[in-house]
């Protein structure tokens, strides 16, 4: 295996063949890479994280924390106000409501520096191949600014080749937007559909739902989006009869150019163009990587690349999620997103705990996951523009961690990723949170909220508007959680002791939905390298594809027949 996956530890001097060896790997041998000062450059260990001492010293404080002594009277509110950190785009992050104290962020900060989290982080964005089971490095952090030194691979500049096909959807979007890429009948085209599924669909999705009342009173809305994802046929033909055919565009994504999902669903929506008389060629453009059957075809518009190096559930940042998002509200909006998605990942270079919301929000979970033995976690955002968001944080987290093997393919002795559920308040407090308040299971939760509305639409009653009574709504619910109250009647005793915390912002903008996604990304990045997992490979969904091939093709026996047969296939 190679010395990025080793259990090698350079530091304060490095042996010159090994250095060479090293850069040849980082760089794939391109000579024109510019090299990382070796006297400096510590090549991280990677080991289990049940081998470290200082989970060691963090196992021994289970249970160190009385949330609901802490949180309450004036201490609670001295912790409030002390127990936060600043985000980019002008986001918090308070944990004032978590079961952490300075002993308990003492053995965090060990636990990071002995795991040597940020020098992980650090060879991740120099180009070190990271993701142990595909043998590819990890770039979408690239994607959004240079943190590094410049990655090349067989003489490409991988962040000059992102920017281009960033500059490639925003022309693209430019002439659509001015009326001169046209239907065929010279009328400009009014919806956008995305056709994709999993990482090609959850987070455009959700990114294009968080922004779109902000678009529209910003007067940055340019085009309706819509998307279609599932291969049942009801998602297809549901889109499609909403849209007006001849002045909608559609987006093929998939990298491979193979995804039977997406190209069912390319094929549904060909087939509905032509019986409307339309030439599909006209109304498709492609994003895909340069070797697929899609990249050259003349079946679409135009073709926007991605690579190997951008796992499918980040990259909302690449033309995934450019192309879909610079047509709907333009390419500067899309722009802010990134730049708010910079900003933050420059925070999660911070070595210091404290400074580092990312790296802090990661540990607390792996102590709560790891040593409190919470199975699940709740990701409550009090917005209803981000009623997409935990679906998109969902996959992102749980289809990066949930992993049972080591980077080596060695078991664990130790629970990795947690369940990831969530709903928008106040919508989930009359739905699920019955369980979260008095349920025999303790589900850690975060919340997100805004002071202010995207809209700036409400209206006052009863002495307050309805964005107060949101916020108001969200407080309460912290505290609720944390403190409980108590009561004779069983049933309506509240036993409290249920961590949170919560990002606060002043509005949803493009910026910080930016700042929140690079957040929840480099927070399961940490938890992996914690955890000692590969977050960037998805083996997990590949086995129900094979059988699902099988199936289609006839070629079944036992209980997979017989369920075939009840199916009607």
Same mark, same amino acid.
């Not at 060909?270 to 492609?286: Q, V």
């Not at 003349?298 to 690349?305: C, M, P, R």
């Not at 998002?325 to 420059?346: H, M, N, Q, R």
């Not at 399961?524 to 086995?543: I, P, R, T, Y």
């Given at each position: 295996?190679?010395?990025?996956?080793?259990?090698?530890?350079?530091? +304060?001097?490095?042996?010159?063949?090994?250095?060479? !060896? !090293? !850069?040849?790997?980082?760089?794939?041998?391109?000579?024109?890479?510019?090299?990382?000062?070796?006297?400096?450059?510590?090549?991280?260990?990677?080991?289990?994280?049940?081998?470290?001492?200082?989970?060691?010293?963090?196992?021994?404080?289970?249970?160190?924390?009385?949330?609901?002594?802490?949180?309450?009277?004036?201490?609670?509110?001295?912790?409030?106000?002390?127990?936060?950190?600043?985000? @980019?785009?002008?986001?918090?992050?308070?944990?004032?409501?978590?079961?952490?104290?300075?002993?308990?962020?003492?053995?965090?900060?060990?636990?990071?520096?002995?795991?040597?989290?940020?020098?992980?982080?650090?060879?991740?964005?120099?180009?070190?191949?990271?993701?142990?089971?595909?043998?590819?490095?990890?770039?979408?952090?690239?994607?959004?600014?240079?943190?590094?030194?410049?990655?090349?691979?067989?003489?490409?500049?991988?962040?000059?080749?992102?920017?281009?096909?960033?500059?490639?959807?925003?022309?693209?979007?430019?002439?659509? /937007?001015?009326?001169?890429?046209?239907?065929?009948?010279?009328?400009?085209?009014?919806?956008?559909?995305?056709?994709?599924?999993?990482?090609?669909?959850?987070?455009?999705?959700?990114?294009?739902? @968080?922004?779109?009342?902000?678009?529209?009173?910003?007067?940055?809305?340019?085009?309706?989006?819509?998307?279609?994802?599932?291969?049942?046929?009801?998602?297809?033909?549901?889109?499609?009869?909403?849209?007006?055919?001849?002045?909608?565009?559609?987006?093929?994504?998939?990298?491979?150019?193979?995804?039977?999902?997406?190209?069912?669903?390319?094929?549904?929506?060909?087939?509905?163009?032509?019986?409307?008389?339309?030439?599909?060629?006209? /109304?498709?453009?492609?994003?895909?990587?340069?070797?697929?059957?899609?990249?050259?075809?003349?079946?679409?518009?135009?073709?926007?690349?991605? +690579?190997?190096?951008?796992?499918?559930?980040?990259?909302?940042?690449?033309?995934?999620?450019?192309?879909?998002?610079?047509?709907?509200?333009?390419?500067?909006? !899309?722009?802010?997103?990134?730049?708010?998605?910079? @900003?933050?990942?420059?925070?999660?270079?911070?070595?210091?705990?404290?400074?580092?919301?990312?790296?802090?929000?990661?540990?607390?979970?792996?102590?709560?996951?790891?040593?409190?033995?919470?199975?699940?976690?709740?990701?409550?955002?009090?917005?209803?523009?981000?009623?997409?968001?935990?679906? /998109?944080?969902?996959?992102?987290?749980?289809?990066?961690?949930?992993?049972?093997?080591?980077?080596?393919?060695?078991?664990? +002795?130790?629970?990795?990723?947690?369940?990831?559920?969530?709903?928008?308040?106040?919508?989930?407090?009359?739905?699920?949170?019955?369980?979260?308040?008095?349920?025999?299971?303790?589900?850690?939760?975060?919340?997100?909220?805004?002071?202010?509305?995207?809209?700036?639409?409400?209206?006052?009653?009863?002495?307050?508007?309805?964005?107060?009574?949101?916020?108001?709504?969200?407080?309460?619910?912290?505290?609720?959680?944390?403190?409980?109250?108590?009561?004779?009647?069983?049933?309506?005793?509240?036993?409290?002791?249920?961590?949170?915390?919560?990002?606060?912002?002043?509005?949803?903008?493009?910026?910080?939905?930016?700042?929140?996604?690079?957040?929840?990304?480099?927070?399961?990045? $940490?938890?992996? $390298?914690?955890?000692?997992?590969?977050? $960037?490979?998805?083996?997990?969904?590949?086995?129900?594809?094979?059988?699902?091939?099988?199936?289609?093709?006839?070629?079944?026996?036992?209980?997979?027949?017989?369920?075939?047969?009840?199916?009607?296939?």
């Amino acid at each position: 295996r190679s010395l990025v996956g080793s259990e090698m530890c350079i530091r +304060d001097s490095i042996n010159p063949l090994k250095s060479l !060896f !090293f !850069f040849s790997i980082m760089t794939n041998g391109d000579s024109d890479y510019t090299p990382i000062d070796k006297e400096e450059y510590i090549m991280a260990t990677w080991k289990n994280l049940d081998t470290l001492s200082s989970y060691d010293k963090l196992s021994g404080l289970k249970n160190h924390v009385d949330i609901a002594t802490a949180m309450s009277g004036e201490q609670g509110g001295e912790r409030v106000k002390n127990y936060s950190t600043p985000m @980019a785009a002008g986001l918090q992050y308070n944990y004032a409501a978590k079961e952490v104290d300075e002993t308990v962020l003492t053995a965090l900060a060990e636990l990071a520096d002995e795991a040597q989290l940020i020098d992980k982080f650090e060879e991740l964005y120099n180009g070190a191949v990271i993701n142990t089971g595909e043998k590819r490095m990890v770039l979408h952090h690239l994607a959004r600014t240079q943190l590094g030194n410049p990655v090349v691979v067989d003489g490409v500049d991988k962040r000059e080749f992102y920017v281009a096909q960033q500059k490639k959807a925003a022309d693209f979007a430019n002439k659509v /937007h001015a009326g001169e890429i046209v239907n065929e009948a010279g009328k400009k085209f009014t919806t956008v559909v995305q056709i994709g599924i999993g990482g090609s669909d959850l987070g455009p999705r959700a990114l294009y739902i @968080a922004l779109e009342n902000w678009a529209k009173a910003n007067n940055t809305f340019k085009m309706e989006a819509k998307f279609i994802s599932n291969v049942d046929p009801d998602d297809a033909a549901a889109v499609l009869a909403s849209v007006d055919l001849a002045h909608a565009l559609f987006i093929v994504v998939s990298k491979s150019g193979t995804t039977l999902e997406t190209l069912t669903n390319e094929a549904f929506v060909k087939d509905a163009l032509t019986k409307a008389g339309l030439n599909p060629s006209k /109304h498709m453009l492609a994003v895909t990587s340069e070797t697929s059957p899609l990249a050259k075809s003349d079946e679409y518009l135009t073709a926007i690349f991605m +690579d190997d190096y951008i796992g499918g559930r980040y990259s909302s940042v690449s033309g995934v999620g450019g192309a879909i998002l610079s047509l709907a509200f333009g390419p500067e909006v !899309f722009a802010e997103l990134l730049d708010g998605a910079a @900003a933050e990942d420059k925070l999660a270079t911070n070595r210091d705990l404290l400074k580092n919301p990312d790296m802090l929000d990661a540990l607390i979970g792996v102590y709560e996951r790891n040593v409190q033995g919470y199975p699940s976690t709740a990701v409550l955002p009090y917005s209803q523009a981000l009623s997409r968001f935990p679906a /998109h944080l969902q996959q992102c987290d749980m289809e990066s961690n949930g992993k049972s093997v080591n980077r080596f393919g060695e078991p664990v +002795d130790y629970v990795t990723g947690p369940v990831i559920f969530g709903e928008p308040g106040t919508n989930g407090q009359h739905s699920f949170y019955q369980l979260l308040h008095q349920g025999t299971d303790i589900v850690p939760l975060q919340f997100i909220g805004f002071k202010n509305s995207q809209l700036g639409v409400d209206v006052d009653i009863e002495s307050s508007t309805s964005q107060q009574k949101l916020c108001a709504n969200v407080a309460a619910q912290i505290v609720a959680f944390a403190c409980g109250k108590a009561d004779d009647n069983r049933n309506k005793n509240f036993e409290g002791g249920r961590p949170s915390s919560i990002i606060i912002g002043d509005q949803l903008t493009p910026k910080t939905l930016g700042a929140l996604l690079a957040h929840f990304e480099n927070k399961v990045m $940490f938890q992996g $390298f914690a955890w000692n997992v590969n977050s $960037f490979d998805q083996e997990g969904v590949q086995l129900g594809k094979v059988l699902a091939k099988r199936v289609l093709a006839h070629e079944t026996d036992g209980a997979l027949k017989v369920f075939s047969d009840l199916l009607n296939i």
